[in-house]
Nanobody, 123 residues
Framework: QVQVVESGGGLVQAGGSLRLSCVAS????????VGWFRQAPGKDREFVAA????????YYSDSVKGRFTISGDSALNTEYLQMNSLKPEDTAVYYC????????????????WGQGTQVTVSS
């Protein structure tokens, strides 16, 4: 049984930073991908970033490119999403998900999801 747990959300002022963590237990974490998505109230869940676990290629949405960075700690089976220069429009529930195979940017292809962590950016 794979469990995905995110942490690190919170309230921050515009221009500030947060680092989200994602731990996936019960998963070898050596293949597939880990993705980050977010969902704001009244909006669809949208792709934020992803990392291919095989070659560590990283993918970002245009809205966060240059501000958000994925990194990982294989010893801890943890992926991080460093979020800098946060904007009020980044406010959302952020989800981490594990992809066994499929399209990195497509939420429906991800098999395992965390419960989400709230990020609120005040202006």
């Amino acid at each position: 049984q794979v469990q995905v747990v995110e942490s690190g959300g919170g309230l921050v002022q515009a221009g500030g930073s947060l680092r989200l963590s994602c731990v996936a237990s019960g998963h070898p974490f050596t293949s597939g991908a880990v993705g980050w998505f977010r969902q704001a109230p009244g909006k669809d869940r949208e792709f934020v970033a992803a990392v291919d676990k095989v070659d560590r290629s990283q993918y970002y949405s245009d809205s966060v490119k240059g501000r958000f960075t994925i990194s990982g700690d294989s010893a801890l089976n943890t992926e991080y999403l460093q979020m800098n220069s946060l904007k009020p429009e980044d406010t959302a529930v952020y989800y981490c998900a594990v992809l066994r195979s499929g399209r990195l940017r497509l939420a429906n292809d991800y098999r395992y999801w965390g419960q989400g962590t709230q990020v609120t950016v005040s202006s």
